[in-house]
């Protein structure tokens, strides 16, 4: 069975979408139509822009959706999915490539979430560090040791076997990686993001993010969606829309999630969007399957 992915925040890169702008019709209207709906151009932040500009939370959010999905949406018949799955903020992409989001409905949220996210990175000072070659249970156990109330450290993302991203403020964040690297660690290594996400940290974002949720129009997507929050595939939009709400606070259980696909049929994955991260981690989850990628 085929499975398409999306990539999340960290796949940005200068000039993305330019090729599929000036190369496709189709490509090209949706850019524009984008241009509109945001309210500026992020066309040419993302043709133009610098590293710098594009690592602004208000624009990495919408450009990589948009590169992802008009990629998608550009295949035509040649997107043959039956199953779709997104990293974080990949599984907006997701929503809107297996016909569960309006593209117009899909960009507006993830512009939503961007901005929602940015305010609550702003109110609470907060990080996330990468844990390479430690077992997830280690590392649960020492974030629940580290965390109390008010300076707390969470696991985030469930990337791969190997490797995990922890999430919360500073000094949580700092003293949990003194700890793992002391519990053998190979690395602890803070990332440059500007907040806490997928943590408690996130919790204004996602209510500010639910209200904008609950007022959009989901559909049955046309293929199975593998979500974040509970690594099982959905179609009932109910579910899909009380999935995504809870994204934002609860880890990304990719790896998981991914085994899931493979345990009900997936054979052959295929990543849509810029970049190439989600395939390093399918070959680290299984090397029996097939990982591809189109951009």
Known sequence: MKAFVF?????????????????????????????????????????????????????????????????????????????????????????????ALSFEDGLRLVSARAQAMQKACEAAPSTMAAIIALPDATIEEICAQVSKEGNIVVPANYNCPGQLVISGNIDAINEACEQLKAAGAKRALPLPVGGAFHSPLMQPA??????????TEFHTPKCPI??????????????????????????????????????????????????????????????????????
């Not at 999905?69 to 990293?87: N, P, Q, Y």
């Not at 996602?206 to 007022?215: F, G, N, P, R, S």
């Not at 829309?241 to 994955?269: C, H, R, S």
């Open 206 to 215: 996602k209510d500010e993010l639910q209200a904008a949720i609950e007022a």
């Open 7 to 99: 990539p999340g925040q960290g796949a940005q890169f200068t000039g993305m979408g330019k090729d599929l702008y000036d190369s496709n019709p189709i490509a090209k209207e949706l850019f524009d139509k984008a241009n509109d709906i945001l309210g500026f151009e992020i066309t040419k932040v993302m043709f133009e822009g610098t590293a710098d500009e594009l690592k602004q939370t208000k624009v990495t959010q919408p450009a990589v959706f948009l590169h992802s999905v008009i990629k998608a949406l550009t295949l035509g018949e040649e997107f043959d999915a039956e199953m779709v799955a997104g990293h974080s903020l990949g599984e907006f992409s997701a929503l809107v490539a297996a016909g």
């Open 226 to 295: 593998y979500q974040n929050v509970d690594a099982k595939p959905h179609t009932d939009p109910a579910e899909i829309k009380q999935n995504l709400i809870a994204q934002l606070t609860a880890p990304v259980k990719w790896t998981y999630e991914v085994q899931q696909m493979i345990a009900d049929g997936a054979t052959d994955f295929t990543e849509c969007g810029p970049g190439k991260a989600l395939q390093g981690m399918l070959v680290k989850i299984n090397r029996e399957v097939t990982v591809s990628g189109i951009q």
